[in-house]
């Protein structure tokens, strides 16, 4: 079992920079492919950014050259930094972990997920 805590959200301002960090519990986080998704009110649950396991990275199209995912498995840690942010990325931010194999933008297939953390961008 993994257990996730974000952290590192924040009200800022367009344009801003944040970076979330997502640490993980338990010695097997090498084995899971990590995942970032996002929730705005009214909103589905929306894929952004993935690396996997074997280190494939993957990113939805509207976040391709602003966020950057990477993972520090000797840190059990995942982390999003977000350049360029826009008020149409406010929202809560979760970090989920897969163990199963399948596509890395369907949530379905993320086991565990943390709690989220508040990203707020004002215009």
């Known amino acids: 079992q993994v257990q996730l805590v974000e952290s590192g959200g924040g009200l800022v301002q367009a344009g801003g920079s944040l970076r979330l960090s997502c640490a993980a519990s338990?010695?097997?986080?090498?084995?899971?492919?990590m995942g970032w998704f996002r929730q705005a009110p009214g909103k589905e649950r929306e894929f952004v950014a993935a690396?996997?396991?074997?280190?494939?990275?993957y990113y939805a199209d509207s976040m391709k050259g602003r966020f950057t995912i990477s993972r520090d498995n000797a840190k059990n840690t995942v982390y999003l930094q977000m350049n360029s942010l826009k008020p149409e990325d406010t929202a809560v931010y979760y970090c989920?972990?897969?163990?199963?194999?399948?596509?890395?933008?369907?949530?379905?297939?993320?086991?565990?997920w943390g709690q989220g953390t508040q990203v707020t961008v004002s215009s």
């Open positions: 989920a972990a897969a163990l199963r194999t399948g596509s890395y933008s369907d949530y379905e297939r993320y086991d565990y």
């Open positions: 690396r996997t396991r074997r280190g494939w990275i």
């Open positions: 338990g010695r097997t986080f090498s084995s899971y492919d």
